[in-house]
């Protein structure tokens, strides 16, 4: 399969990594540098840039009938927009807070423990993200993620990252030299405590979770999420 990476940082850099070593080629990558480029060589796109250079990396796919594969974060209140544009294109979008398949189990396993803690309001709910000090946004797009399907079973109407707001779900967002990525949902109460952990030893995974949603994608039309992917949830 001939991939475009749009964005040619920590993450594009470990894409093509794990791509070549898939058998497939690389043949654009577009960083903050590149004036201008044409994706007419291109089979599948995979989008890793800034919240600021998603969205337009994301319809100038569209306008070039290429399947795009999107793991940027920050940039997500321009969603529905963006879904919409492809339907109306017919165009072929996959986005992801986060590809790894460790953390996509993790959403799974969120998911059940929400429900299964629905009715029990004694427990507070938190949570903690930790992440590289060049990171752009904060909460990382993954802690949004699980405190969406956390609050649809839960007291708290919606998420702050301020401590001092205990009527919503508290995300506590760290940023730590060199981290690639740390996520945790704790439930305590008076008596006791049970908390969730998915830890990042790498970009490798989240690497590999897109290049196997790109494998899967081609050929595809419409809008998909890692669960069709994975076939889970
Ligand atoms: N969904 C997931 O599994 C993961 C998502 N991410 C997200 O991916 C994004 C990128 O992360 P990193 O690679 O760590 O960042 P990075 O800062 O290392 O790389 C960003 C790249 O985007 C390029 N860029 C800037 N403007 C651009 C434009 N207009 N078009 C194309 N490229 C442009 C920069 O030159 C740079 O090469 C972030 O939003 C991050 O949160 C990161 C890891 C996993
Ligand atoms: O910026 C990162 O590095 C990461 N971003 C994603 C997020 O915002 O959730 C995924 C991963 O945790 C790494």
């Not at 993620?145 to 007291?155: G, P």
């Amino acid at each position: 399969m001939k991939i475009g990476l749009l964005g040619y940082g920590k993450m594009g850099k470990t894409i093509e990594k794990i791509a070549l070593a898939r058998q497939h080629d690389i043949v654009l990558k577009v960083d903050t540098n590149t004036e201008t480029y044409t994706l007419d060589d291109v089979d599948v796109a995979i989008d890793f840039s800034t919240p600021d250079a998603a969205v337009d990396n994301i319809l100038k796919c569209f306008s070039h009938n290429v399947p795009v594969i999107s793991g940027t974060t920050g940039w997500l209140q321009h969603y529905d927009e963006v879904v919409a544009m492809c339907k109306e294109r017919d165009g072929t979008f996959l986005y992801a807070s986060n590809f790894s398949l460790g953390v996509n189990i993790f959403f799974e396993l969120n998911k059940t423990l929400s429900k299964l803690m629905a009715n029990l309001p004694e427990y507070n709910i938190s949570m903690e993200e930790i992440h590289h000090t060049q990171k752009l946004d904060a909460p990382s797009g993954t802690a949004i993620s699980l405190a969406e399907d956390i609050i649809k079973n839960s007291k708290y109407g919606t998420w702050t990252l301020d401590a001092a707001k205990t009527k919503a779900l508290h995300i506590d967002a760290k940023r730590i030299e060199n981290v690639p990525g740390t996520h945790e949902v704790l439930y305590t109460s008076n008596v006791d405590s049970i908390s969730i952990k998915h830890t990042a030893h790498s970009r490798e995974g989240f690497a590999l979770g897109a290049v196997i949603a790109a494998e899967w994608i081609a050929g595809k039309k419409g809008v998909f999420s890692m669960k069709d992917v994975l076939n889970i949830g």
